[in-house]
């Protein structure tokens, strides 16, 4: 028996030992990122504060009708590699006094069941207030989406055709799943045989739930907003209730150039509707687009909240249009692994091009940053531009503001109230310029600490979304 138990005993030991022969190795432990000079963004206990104010740089040329400037969080950068911050801010000129610019709009209603009782009662009565304030010089299709979707043609909006129009709001009624794609798509066949009569083409989509029928992947929906904006359809994206898709409306917003709504209480709508309509007839550019050009040294550019694809050395960013007086400030964190050089050289070419919606024509703008190249760790600190680091501590901040919204999304509590936290202490940096910032943080962690159900986090977390694009700089949301 001995003898037995010593062959079983061998006979695992090698089938033990051949299990071990045939397993592959652990993966390798990828080494640890270059560490990178953030000393102007993350302040050490032993700092003085930054008292810096570096010259604004002035795109040329500023008459146009959107002015662009901008600056680098440093006079000088550090050799080897190394980060820099450029903030941008995007400016519209006023609108010229009185000027009102003829809009051919489409109005997209989700009328699916799940909008049925107050929330399609007030879509009605928002919809029946736009319609009363287009003029006879603007154009408008209504269309309205449940499973299926139908179709008003798009019209001018004389006095016989605001009451049919009227007729047709009032008899909308719920019914059916949600057609996103289906009514965008019609607002599209509506709107594109006028685009190039009238300077300004919109959609205005709103939906209150998740998309059921027809397209229902982000990107596709996201991609569909691309393509009309690219065609010259402005996208507006409006969320209304507690279970729409806050990221999908947000990022059609994006591609699409609009503006996008976290719209709690329906009764706003009519509000809503009227913004969207005053935005939309002081529209002074459009087709937004901001083109970052790299040259060798930037080895990566993050542009801080908004959406942007890179080919090669360039970055594009498109941007929404912008009605008089309208802003959008723009943050881009570049790496870098340059050079000593006595004298500035370029980090950043910004290029800006859109339509003019005065004079009907494409226009553009352009800026170039530059800072020296040293080794000089204490010149670099020495040179820092206080309010860009502002900018920068605000936008590294916010990043772990949106994660925290996104573990919200989940129903990971003690995840979302960490990065919460992690803002704080990035907020805290600088604390005396971000008091604002760090109040609303308070105000987060304690309303969502006491959301009792489902719907109170998704309200927290709407919130917080739209604290978030303002933060970064973003001036198209509601």
Known sequence: MNRTLLLVSAAGLLALGAL???KP???????PPPVTDTSHTVARPDDAPATTVLPLVVAQPADGAVTLSGKLSGAYVSAGPSEVFAWMELKARPAAPGRRVPVNLALVVDRSGSMAGQKLRDARRAATELVQRLTPEDRLALIHYGTDVTAFPSRPVTQAVRQELLAAIDAIRDDGSTNISGGLNEAARALRPHVNEYRVSRAILLSDGQPTEGLVEDRDLMKLARQLRDEGITVSALGVGEDFHTTLMRGMAEQGGGFSGFIDDSAQLAEVFS???DQATSTVARRVELRLDLPPEVRDAQVMGLPATREANTVKVPLYDLAGDQSVRVVVKLTLDAQPTPAPRPLLDAHVSYTDVARDTPAQTALTLSASVTQDTALVRANLDKDVRVHATRALGTQHMVAAA?????????????????????????SHALQGELADLEQ????YGKAAN?????????????KTMKNFGQNNAY
């Open 20 to 22: 071990f022969v045939g």
């Open 25 to 31: 190795p652990p993966p390798a432990v990828p080494p």
């Open 275 to 277: 913004r969207e309509l």
């Open 406 to 430: 996104e573990e919200m999304k989940r129903g990971n509590r003690s995840g979302a109230l960490t990065l919460l936290r992690n803002a704080r202490k990035v907020f805290g940096a600088s």
């Open 444 to 447: 987060t962690e304690a309303a």
């Open 454 to 466: 489902d719907g109170d986090v998704a309200r927290e977390t709407r919130k917080l979304y739209k």
